[in-house]
């Protein structure tokens, strides 16, 4: 079954460092995202990345985040300069058009820790 | 985005049915309704979506109201395994790829 991973599975990192998470996508896909979840609180949409480049992102999403799919398939989201209140995990996924299913293909997530 | 309403939890016994309802009364002719679950430590992961009719896969069936207003999602014997947090997204035209808003869900406990 095809699946979308992520890496770091758990990253710690110091305030105001810079954080790179990783993901690759399902091969075939074409819409890409990034959501947040908050330990206890909702799963929340950051960006959409379709055709190289960003479709829609939310106001969370603000200059300190960047995503990039530097090589045709992995899928990146960067933090500049990281706040505590950027804890949380972060998931990725992808989303084949057309397809039947409708279906978001979630990966496992990377837990982000700052200190 | 249009809004799902859900009881926040619910509590089912192992091997019974299992009907989670989710209002949508403002729901628009080019809205599917989809549900995603998240169990413990994992991403959200697809149970089913639909647009007017009836569905039914693997995993659950989806009932949807003649008015397309509400809908149920029907695990027909819960597992264990079914202890999850269930979400009821309303997702507009999702040829173009649009987004999935995520609420707050409703937790479902399984005794056993």
């Known amino acids: 079954e095809p699946e979308v991973t992520q890496t770091p599975s758990h990253q710690v990192t110091q305030m105001g460092q810079e954080v790179i998470l990783r993901c690759v996508p399902i091969?075939?896909?074409?819409?890409f995202y990034w959501y947040r979840q908050i330990l206890g609180q909702k799963v929340e949409f950051l960006v959409s990345?379709?055709?190289?480049?960003?479709?829609?992102k939310s106001e969370i999403f603000d200059d300190q985040f960047s995503v990039e799919r530097p090589d045709g398939s992995n899928f990146t989201l960067k933090i500049r300069s990281t706040k505590l209140e950027d804890s949380a995990m972060y998931f990725c996924?992808?989303?084949?058009?057309?397809?039947?299913?409708?279906?978001?293909?979630f990966g496992e997530g990377s837990r982000l820790t700052v200190l | 985005d249009a809004k799902t309403t859900q009881p926040n939890s619910m509590e089912s016994n192992e091997e019974e049915p299992v009907h989670l309802p989710c209002n949508h009364s403002?729901?628009?002719?080019?809205?599917?309704i989809h549900w995603y679950r998240q169990l413990p430590s994992q991403g959200p992961e697809y149970v089913i979506h639909?647009?007017?009719s009836n569905v039914n896969n693997r995993m659950a069936s989806l009932a949807i109201a003649e008015d397309r207003k509400s809908s149920t999602l029907i695990l027909h014997r819960a597992t264990l395994r079914d202890a999850a947090v269930y979400y009821c997204?309303?997702?507009?035209?999702?040829?173009?790829?649009?987004?999935?808003?995520f609420g707050a869900g409703t937790i479902l406990r399984v005794k056993s």
């Open positions: 091969s075939n896909h074409l819409y």
């Open positions: 996924a992808s989303y084949a058009r057309g397809g039947n299913t409708g279906e978001l293909f």
């Open positions: 403002t729901i628009s002719g080019t809205d599917y």
């Open positions: 990345f379709y055709n190289n480049e960003i479709s829609e």
């Open positions: 997204i309303l997702r507009p035209r999702m040829e173009y790829g649009n987004k999935l808003v």
């Open positions: 639909g647009l007017t």
